[in-house]
């Protein structure tokens, strides 16, 4: 397996669990390196949106493994307070970090500095190290809350990437809008896909 590129998938509890699903499904397609970070209202979210069943902690990443396609090394997956995991740490191996979809809790978190589990502190070290952070918000009608918390992010370089699908493209099926993020997010990381046509093209 050619090495692409290393990503670390956050998935929070907001609605929109296929938008972080179909990006695994993308990235592990890609050959990108995955770290597979979960919330315990993910998990709830999952459940309820899809006919997904995780299993507990210490079966995930074996699951994610095997139903995502994923080659040996390719896909790891850490648990909320696994503080020995390497996206804890600034002196880890650089990773673009892909939080989809991200809560209105974890964007005041990440704003705050508030790093009560591995996922605002993944956050953290990706802010303080000045590497690549996406936030993709799927939360409506947002308030001056969610909006203030955003726009600090987005002075601080983080790329804010809401779920908004276009539909430019005449989509029909519920997964082609799912797609149409999916797209955004894999170009804004630089991972090749054909996921649908650029504007222009045929």
């Keep these: 397996m050619t090495e692409q590129k290393s990503v670390t998938l956050a998935i929070t509890g907001a609605s929109g669990a296929q938008y972080g699903l179909r990006l695994l499904e993308c990235l592990v397609a890609s050959e990108c390196r995955v770290h597979v970070l979960i919330s315990d209202a993910a998990r709830v979210v999952i459940a309820t949106e899809t006919a997904l069943e995780l299993p507990d902690d210490e079966d995930l990443e074996e699951f994610l493994i095997d139903n995502f396609d994923?080659?040996?090394?390719?896909?790891?997956?850490?648990?909320?307070?696994?503080?020995?995991?390497?996206?804890?740490?600034?002196?880890?191996?650089?990773?673009?970090?892909?939080?989809?979809?991200?809560?209105?809790?974890?964007?005041?978190?990440?704003?705050?500095?508030?790093?009560?589990?591995?996922?605002?502190?993944?956050?953290?070290v990706a802010i303080k190290e000045r590497r690549q952070l996406i936030l993709v918000p799927r939360e409506t009608p947002v308030s001056q809350i969610h909006l203030e918390n955003m726009l600090k992010l987005a002075r601080m370089g983080v790329t804010i990437l809401p779920a908004s699908p276009g539909f430019y493209q005449n989509p029909r099926t519920v997964d082609e809008l799912v797609d149409f993020i999916v797209a955004r997010i894999l170009d804004q990381l630089g991972v090749d896909h054909r996921l649908m046509p650029r504007w222009g093209e045929e």
């Design 70 to 124: 994923a080659e040996p090394g390719q896909l790891r997956a850490s648990t909320k307070m696994d503080w020995f995991s390497p996206v804890a740490s600034g002196s880890a191996s650089p990773s673009a970090l892909v939080i989809c979809p991200a809560s209105g809790g974890t964007l005041s978190a990440i704003a705050t500095g508030a790093s009560n589990n591995l996922i605002e502190r993944a956050a953290d």
